[in-house]
Structures are given as structure tokens and as C-alpha cells.
T-cell receptor, first 117, second 113 residues
Framework: AQSVAQPEDQVNVAEGNPLTVKCTYS??????LFWYVQYPNRGLQFLLK??????LVKGSYGFEAEFNKSQTSFHLKKPSALVSDSALYFCAVRDMHRSGNTGKLIFGQGTTLQVKP | EADIYQTPRYLVIGTGKKITLECSQTMGHDKMYWYQQDPGMELHLIHYSYGVNSTEKGDLSSESTVSRIRTEHFPLTLESARPSHTSQYLC????????????FGEGSRLTVL
């Protein structure tokens, strides 16, 4: 069965330091991977996606993610964290082999990022 | 900013009441989705639609129902609300093509007393 795992409930970093939010996935076909961010009392906002091609994907607000097929991972990174990056981050996968073009995403359980001044 | 709107943003009601959560998008997207976000913050798909007059149940069983009479409108209804329905409900849409991302509304936070 397809699944997504975010092994850390919370990640704490100091402002200005690099950050990583981890995500691993399991699908039967080609994975289409996404990262979303959710600020308090808001909906989810799209950050970036991996479909094919370059394993390093750049997205909004200076975030990037690295696709690693051998490790089935898609970790979110940012070279220098800001206090305003503090939010809830979701990794998601669409398994095209199973879901076809329905667009259904399977979400991870979310990781709270806390950036301290 | 995505053009997808949810109302009400917050709703507190008593047990047994009927409620409808509204979701509208102005992007002409065919595919629309309802996710339920529980207190632990996980997201679960409860309904989706491929287009007008098309609705399917999602991966998480839900007592709610949906309809899709117009492309832009995808309301969710609970005939008789219970405290177990207390949750955040997120609506999303997606355009044509296999690779597009979902656009989410701001969410409707429902509390059933």
C-alpha cells in the first residue's frame, strides 16, 4: 500500500541555521511527491513538487527538496531558517500507478517546525 | 493566492443539527476534494469529485455526504451532527493534467457540542 512517513513530530532550529524536515514514501509505481505548509488556522499552501528530472527541486520561500530514489526519501530543506518559517509541514505522494489521474494525495502525519530567534 | 473559498470558517453547533459546509472555486477545476484534519493534524480524504454529477467516497469513512451540481461548487453536508464530527474540514481542487498540485481553501473548523 502507498504511504508517506514523516518520522519527526517536531523539528527545532535556530534562526539562520539550515533546516531539514524528513519524509519517506512507499509506492508501487512512480512517485509524484509534494510538500505543503500550513500556518495556524489556515489551509495548506503548496511549496514544491517532484515529478521527474532533477532530483533537487526548488520551491517557494527559499525551500528546496531532494528526491532520493534509493532511499525512498524526499526531505525538505532550507539553507537559512527564518522565524516566519515556523509552521506545520506536510509531505504527500501521488502514486500514478494506483491513482491514475484522480489526483488523490496521501499525506504524511505532519511535522511542526519551530524556528527560534 | 488560490481562488477557493470555504464558509463558514468556524461553526459551533449542538448535537443533532444539520450543517452544510460550503466550498467554491473560481478556477474552473474539475477535480475537487474534501479532507478531514483531526486533532493530531493528520489529513484524511473523505470525498472527491471528478466533475459535475461525479462523487466518490475517500479513504476515510465519513457520515457526511457531498454533491457536485456545478463545477465550481462542492458542498459537504452532515444530516445530524455529533461530537465525533468535531474537526477541521479542508476543501481542495485541482486542474487538468496528471502533475498539478492541489489548491486548498482556508478550512472550516466545526465544533459539535
Amino acid at each position: 500500500a502507498q504511504s508517506v512517513a514523516q518520522p519527526e513530530d517536531q523539528v527545532n532550529v535556530a534562526e539562520g541555521n539550515p533546516l531539514t524536515v524528513k519524509c519517506t514514501y512507499s509506492v508501487s509505481g512512480n512517485p509524484y511527491l509534494f510538500w505543503y505548509v500550513q500556518y495556524p488556522n489556515r489551509g495548506l499552501q503548496f511549496l514544491l513538487k517532484y515529478i521527474t528530472g532533477d532530483n533537487l527541486v526548488k520551491g517557494s520561500y527559499g525551500f528546496e527538496a531532494e528526491f532520493n530514489k534509493s532511499q525512498t526519501s524526499f526531505h525538505l530543506k532550507k539553507p537559512s531558517a527564518l522565524v516566519s518559517d515556523s509552521a506545520l509541514y506536510f509531505c504527500a505522494v501521488r502514486d500514478m500507478h494506483r491513482s491514475g489521474n484522480t489526483g488523490k494525495l496521501i499525506f504524511g502525519q505532519g511535522t511542526t517546525l519551530q524556528v527560534k530567534p | 493566492e488560490a481562488d477557493i473559498y470555504q464558509t463558514p470558517r468556524y461553526l459551533v453547533i449542538g448535537t443533532g443539527k444539520k450543517i452544510t459546509l460550503e466550498c467554491s472555486q473560481t478556477m474552473g477545476h474539475d477535480k475537487m476534494y474534501w479532507y478531514q484534519q483531526d486533532p493530531g493534524m493528520e489529513l484524511h480524504l473523505i470525498h472527491y469529485s471528478y466533475g459535475v454529477n461525479s462523487t466518490e467516497k475517500g479513504d476515510l469513512s465519513s457520515e457526511s455526504t457531498v454533491s457536485r451540481i456545478r463545477t465550481e461548487h462542492f458542498p459537504l453536508t452532515l444530516e445530524s451532527a455529533r461530537p465525533s464530527h468535531t474537526s477541521q474540514y479542508l476543501c481542495a481542487s485541482r486542474g487538468q493534467g496528471a502533475f498539478g498540485e492541489l489548491f486548498f481553501g482556508e478550512g472550516s473548523r466545526l465544533t459539535v457540542l
